[in-house]
């Protein structure tokens, strides 16, 4: 049974997302607050996404995502959000969230969302080293098998999708990749959501791994078209 978390503080929104939820297969942990959250993450060790509103009596959403990711590089994450600024959306994205959904929201595109986590996290743990176990692009090396990266020697934590973001830069030294080439890539054609989504990543991987993330060398930007990986 595909299992998911759903924090929301508001009984009639949660039901909602829940009921639907459990018509399209997936078992459903539910929490109001974010330490009732936490608690229900430590009691269920094997939910794969949770969705996480972030406006909350407590803890908000984006410090739930941020203890989420804490400890787990691993699990899906969509923020759902009433409101409509922009910074929410990149806030919620920078603290580590895969995927963002505004209410309000249909059940299919809340699904629709959902479903495409669930399977490109599958994808990810199934999928069969190529030929290269291994790509090196000094100081980086982004192991396949394992899903690392390593710059000089030293373990950098990713998100599965920072991971697949990476792979695909390494994977293509000094092409520009369009923003459209990269969400195709990585979240797949069926991908409801904005392209924005491909600059709030790329900038979350610069804080990692650039040694001035305001000057970047490693992921340059390719004006008006999308960003380069410089070998």
Same mark, same amino acid.
């Given at each position: 049974?595909?299992?998911?978390?759903?924090?929301?503080?508001?009984?009639?929104?949660?039901?909602?997302?829940?009921?639907?939820?459990?018509?399209?297969?997936?078992?459903?942990?539910?929490?109001?607050?974010?330490?009732?959250? =936490?608690?229900?993450?430590?009691?269920?060790?094997?939910? $794969?996404?949770?969705?996480?509103?972030? =406006?909350?009596?407590?803890?908000?959403?984006?410090?739930?995502?941020?203890?989420?990711?804490?400890?787990? =590089?691993?699990?899906?994450?969509?923020?759902?959000?009433?409101?409509?600024?922009?910074?929410?959306?990149?806030?919620?994205? =920078?603290?580590?969230?895969?995927?963002?959904?505004?209410?309000?929201?249909?059940?299919?595109?809340?699904?629709?969302?959902?479903?495409?986590?669930?399977?490109?996290?599958?994808?990810?743990?199934?999928?069969?080293?190529?030929?290269?176990?291994?790509?090196?692009?000094?100081?980086?090396?982004?192991?396949?098998?394992?899903?690392?990266?390593?710059?000089?020697?030293?373990?950098? $934590?990713?998100?599965?999708?920072?991971?697949?973001?990476?792979?695909?830069?390494?994977?293509?030294?000094?092409?520009?990749?369009?923003?459209?080439?990269?969400?195709?890539?990585?979240?797949?054609?069926?991908?409801?959501?904005?392209?924005?989504?491909?600059?709030?990543?790329?900038? $979350?991987? $610069?804080?990692?791994?650039?040694?001035?993330?305001?000057?970047?060398?490693?992921?340059?930007?390719?004006?008006?078209?999308?960003?380069?990986?410089?070998?």
């Amino acid at each position: 049974m595909k299992k998911i978390l759903v924090l929301e503080d508001e009984d009639n929104i949660r039901s909602f997302v829940v009921i639907n939820l459990k018509r399209a297969g997936y078992e459903t942990i539910e929490a109001a607050t974010g330490e009732e959250a =936490m608690e229900q993450l430590q009691n269920n060790p094997d939910i $794969r996404v949770a969705l996480l509103d972030i =406006m909350l009596p407590d803890i908000d959403g984006f410090e739930v995502c941020r203890r989420i990711r804490a400890s787990n =590089m691993k699990m899906g994450i969509i923020m759902l959000t009433a409101r409509t600024q922009e910074m929410d959306k990149v806030t919620g994205l =920078m603290t580590g969230a895969d995927d963002y959904v505004t209410k309000p929201f249909s059940p299919a595109e809340l699904t629709a969302r959902v479903d495409a986590l669930y399977r490109r996290l599958g994808e990810a743990e199934e999928e069969a080293p190529a030929e290269a176990e291994e790509i090196s692009s000094p100081p980086f090396l982004l192991n396949i098998r394992n899903r690392t990266l390593e710059k000089n020697g030293e373990r950098i $934590r990713l998100t599965q999708v920072e991971f697949n973001v990476m792979k695909l830069f390494m994977s293509n030294p000094d092409k520009a990749l369009s923003r459209e080439e990269i969400l195709e890539n990585v979240w797949g054609r069926d991908y409801f959501g904005e392209v924005k989504i491909v600059d709030v990543n790329v900038r $979350r991987l $610069r804080v990692k791994i650039e040694d001035d993330p305001q000057n970047p060398t490693y992921i340059t930007t390719v004006w008006g078209y999308g960003y380069k990986w410089s070998a």
